[in-house]
């Protein structure tokens, strides 16, 4: 079992700055990796960012590119994303979920535990 807690979320201004967090526990692998998701009202889950937990690359979806950047810290086991220039349609809940394996990192399937998500809501 893996076991996901996202803390960092809130409230705040168009163009402000948040750092998200993923603390894992239980087993997990190196040679795998961690994904951010989010979700906003009314729409489906989308692809933020993975990080590897070997080498820390990462790779971003549309909604985290340029302004979004992830991070782990195998030490903490906690995995990180720092987003800035927040806009309103940044508002989501926001999931961190552990990689099953394989090279997937888009979709949801290729994730086999998933954190009960935070809440970003960004006012203009």
């Known amino acids: 079992q893996v076991q996901l807690v996202e803390s960092g979320g809130g409230s705040v201004q168009a163009g402000g700055s948040l750092r998200l967090s993923c603390t894992t526990s239980?087993?997990?692998?190196?040679?795998?990796?961690m994904g951010w998701f989010r979700q906003a009202p009314g729409k489906e889950r989308e692809f933020v960012a993975f990080?590897?937990?070997?080498?820390?690359?990462?790779y971003y979806g549309d909604a985290g590119k340029g302004r979004f950047t992830v991070g782990r810290d195998q030490a903490k086991n906690t995995v990180y994303l720092h987003m800035n220039r927040l806009k309103p349609e940044d508002t989501a809940i926001y999931f961190c979920?552990?990689?099953?394996?394989?090279?997937?990192?888009?979709?949801?399937?290729?994730?086999?535990?998933w954190g009960q998500g935070t809440q970003v809501t960004v006012s203009s």
């Open positions: 239980g087993r997990t692998f190196n040679n795998y990796g």
């Open positions: 990080v590897s937990w070997s080498d820390g690359s990462a």
């Open positions: 979920a552990h990689q099953a394996g394989g090279s997937t990192v888009v979709g949801e399937a290729a994730y086999d535990y």
